[in-house]
């Protein structure tokens, strides 16, 4: 009779335990919060600082992120040894596709791009902009930067792993000043969510205007690169600076690249492929252009000039774009796409983390009628040159 007692009071014991786990399965205990105090062993490095290495040893951004060869493609690594670590508020969202991979930080000095892996939204969140008040619900954000390369692309600095090299479709070999982290053991060793906070128009959120565009241009305006700007009252133009089309889609998968005036913020589109029975599905880049002038620049390198780039990936990818002429304000992230403060094919881009951040009146965008009618006959051209390597059925 005793035994019988000590098996049920044992397998009893069990159940409870079992229970237990169910419970706290269910209710799990909240992520920890990181604040100052869990890196007070560390020592505080500002963004600017940290760009600054990158600076002392390669002297400029310009001529250093052409990434046409290891000669031309620059980085420098933090020391692995450096107790260092930055603090920084999260200023993008991948939510809706046109940001990836990429998480966005802003200090007080500056901001810079974190290049780690996907579905980074919902690890390190951002809220919407309210036009109200100007402000952006967000979380600080800290990393561990021992070991890291501060990489050059294009005259745009990042914080990532070590320098890798591939080739692309068109079988060209290419070279990467730094890489994505993706592994998340050593994502988690890194990076660290800490309280809720926000970010202002006016402080964080810088304003650009057509009275102090210039400010903003050339190699004056660098430390501006990688914030997050509201461009205020913007005007879309329509037409080709030099050989470059405004707005147009862009294949860089095809030699030679094409492009084609496209009304749309990007393709992401399925055809039919000429002469079989299977569907091609393309992705690509859109390129719409702001100017604050009354006509189509003469150079995309030119203060007051920007274009938003969208990728074929985003949500908003098969949206029509706005009317030419239109006005309206543009909250993005400020890039630069160049290989020197004066080339003539660069160009001020901006990325945008939502479709809302484009804030035109409603009667400004095309109709999906009006966007099919202006694309001009060969807008698909494309697909009359891929492969079966360059397509998804």
Wanted: charged share 25%; proline share 3%.
């Amino acid at each position: 009779m005793m035994k019988k007692l000590f098996r049920i009071s044992a397998l009893l014991a069990v159940m409870a335990a079992v229970a237990g786990c169910y419970n706290d399965f269910d209710t799990p205990a909240p992520a920890k919060v990181y604040t100052d105090e869990d890196f007070a062993g560390m020592e505080l490095k500002t963004i600017a600082e940290v760009k600054k290495m990158f600076i002392d040893e390669h002297g400029d951004v310009a001529n250093t992120g052409e990434n046409s060869s290891w000669k031309d493609t620059k980085y420098t690594q933090i020391p692995e040894d450096a107790n260092y670590y930055i603090k920084g508020k999260v200023q993008s969202s991948d939510e809706e596709g046109n940001i990836y991979k990429s998480l966005h930080l802003v200090d007080e000095t500056g901001a810079i791009e974190l290049k780690l892996g996907s579905n980074l939204s919902v690890d390190y969140p951002m809220g919407h902009f309210d036009r109200e008040t100007g402000k952006i619900p967000t979380h600080w954000v800290y990393v561990k930067i021992a070991g890291l390369y501060i990489g050059n692309y294009r005259m745009m600095l990042s914080l990532g792993g070590g320098p890798t090299d591939s080739y692309n479709k068109a079988g060209e070999h290419k070279f990467y000043a730094n890489s994505n982290i993706e592994n998340q053991s050593e994502v988690n060793r890194r990076v660290f969510l800490g309280e809720a906070t926000e970010l202002s128009l006016g402080k964080e959120i810088l304003e650009i205007t057509k009275d102090n565009q210039g400010s903003f241009f050339g190699q004056a305006g660098q430390d501006y690169l990688g914030r997050m700007v509201l461009i205020r009252d913007v005007a879309c133009r329509y037409g080709a600076v030099g050989s470059n089309l405004y707005p147009s889609w862009m294949c860089t998968d095809l030699r030679p690249v094409e492009s084609k005036y496209w009304y749309k913020w990007a393709v992401n589109e399925t055809f039919k492929s000429e002469g079989t029975d299977k569907n091609i599905h393309c992705n690509y880049y859109g390129s719409v252009l702001f100017t604050y002038g009354d006509a189509v620049p003469s150079s995309t390198m030119a203060a007051g000039v920007f274009t938003v780039r969208t990728s074929g990936y985003s949500r908003f990818a098969k949206a029509p774009i706005v009317k030419d002429g239109a006005r309206g304000d543009l909250l993005a992230i400020f890039g630069i796409y160049s290989k020197s403060w004066t080339y003539s094919f660069g160009a001020y881009q901006c990325s945008v983390n939502r479709f809302e951040d484009i804030m035109f009146d409603k009667d400004d965008f095309l109709t999906a009628e009006e966007a099919e009618a202006l694309a001009p006959a060969g807008s698909d051209s494309w697909i009359t040159k891929l492969t079966d390597d360059d397509y998804d059925e």
